[in-house]
Each structure stands twice: as C-alpha cells, then as structure tokens.
C-alpha cells in the first residue's frame, strides 16, 4: 500500500486519540485497504465491510498503535490478514454445511468440491492433533463447549484449554491458507 503515507505526527496525533487524525488515516488509507482485501476475496461489498471493520478496530484500539513501526506494512498486513480470515471461514463454512447435505447430492461445482477436500483436511489435521489438544478441539468446535466447560470435562485448567485450542486453529488456518493459496 504505497502512495502518500503519514506522517509520524498524524499517527501520534491518532493514538492520542484526536478524530481529525483518524479521518485523514481514514481518507487516506481506506480505498487502498479496500482494493487490497477486493484482490483476494473478490466480493465489493464484503470487502467494504472487512475494510470498515478494520478502521472501526483501528479507532477502538487506537492507543496500541505503535509510531515506530510502518503504518503502511502493519495496516497491510491486517487488511491481508482479514481478507485470508474471510477466505478460510468461507471455505470452513462451506465445508461444514455440505457435511449435512445428503449423500445424493452431486458435488459438481468447484465450490463444493473445494469445501469438501477442505472438510477432509481439516478432518486430516485434526486426527494428527495430540490427544489433548484433539480432544479439546472436538469439544469446542463440535460440541460447542466452553473452555470453563472443557476444562472441568478433561481436569484441566483455562487457560490450558485455551492455549490448545489457540495451536489447534493456528494449525488448521495454516494448512488452511496453504491450501487457498495453491488454488490461486
């Protein structure tokens, strides 16, 4: 995302939380972050969303910005990384709802051909997860448990919990971008 950058003054100005800062990182960055995040998942409107999310996060969390690294790359990176979230819950989300669909039905687009390898990768990931870290995927994912609920199940702590199912999705997003990236 090159083109007119900020100023360092403009985004201390920001992560003081000053509104005429945040409009002109706004003016300034906004189509770029949308045409980026378009690129990948090829939807206008969703992409005007994800967009809109990020400088609604931005504003929110405007304190955490930090003024010596570059804006450009970091907000290049968050709107890659949103575009690539969108991607896999698109995707997981299609792999899980022709799950359900009947035996019968024909997989004849590329959709639901891609959903479907991703429902067995994501199967395949899983079955190679340890125990542990399986179990309290399943739980979570599959029986929509808590992370309090699974810790009492398995007498575990949280934040044990917590810290599985964190390797877990940081497992299955990896093959998962792996994955869509080898279609493009």
Same mark, same amino acid.
């Given at each position: 995302?090159?083109?007119?950058?900020?100023? +360092?003054?403009?985004?201390? &100005?920001?992560?003081?939380? @000053?509104?005429?800062? #945040?409009?002109?990182? #706004?003016? @300034?960055?906004?189509?770029?972050?949308?045409?980026?995040?378009?690129?990948?998942?090829?939807?206008?409107?969703?992409?005007?969303?994800? &967009?809109?999310?990020? =400088?609604?996060?931005? $504003?929110?969390?405007?304190?955490?910005?930090?003024?010596?690294?570059? =804006?450009? &790359? $970091?907000?290049?990176?968050?709107?890659?990384? &949103?575009?690539?979230? =969108?991607?896999?819950?698109?995707?997981?989300?299609?792999?899980?709802?022709?799950? #359900?669909?009947?035996?019968?039905?024909?997989?004849?687009?590329?959709?639901?051909?891609?959903?479907?390898?991703?429902?067995?990768?994501?199967?395949?990931?899983?079955?190679?997860?340890?125990?542990?870290?399986?179990?309290?995927?399943?739980?979570?994912?599959?029986?929509?448990?808590?992370?309090?609920?699974?810790?009492?199940?398995?007498?575990?702590?949280?934040?044990?919990?917590?810290?599985?199912?964190?390797?877990?999705?940081?497992?299955?997003?990896?093959?998962?971008?792996? #994955? +869509?990236?080898?279609? =493009?």
């Amino acid at each position: 995302m090159s083109g007119n950058r900020i100023d +360092i003054k403009t985004l201390e &100005a920001l992560r003081e939380g @000053n509104h005429k800062a #945040f409009e002109t990182v #706004f003016i @300034n960055y906004y189509n770029k972050t949308k045409a980026l995040i378009y690129g990948y998942i090829k939807s206008e409107s969703d992409a005007e969303e994800l &967009a809109e999310d990020i =400088f609604v996060n931005l $504003w929110i969390n405007h304190k955490s910005i930090n003024t010596l690294k570059s =804006f450009d &790359a $970091w907000l290049h990176t968050i709107a890659r990384n &949103a575009a690539i979230n =969108f991607l896999n819950h698109k995707y997981i989300h299609l792999a899980y709802t022709n799950d #359900f669909q009947s035996e019968e039905s024909n997989y004849s687009s590329e959709e639901d051909l891609i959903a479907k390898e991703l429902g067995l990768l994501i199967d395949d990931i899983v079955g190679k997860m340890p125990e542990q870290r399986k179990q309290i995927y399943i739980l979570s994912r599959n029986e929509g448990l808590s992370n309090t609920e699974i810790a009492e199940r398995l007498n575990t702590t949280k934040r044990n919990v917590e810290s599985q199912l964190s390797l877990a999705l940081k497992e299955i997003r990896k093959a998962i971008s792996t #994955f +869509i990236f080898s279609l =493009f």
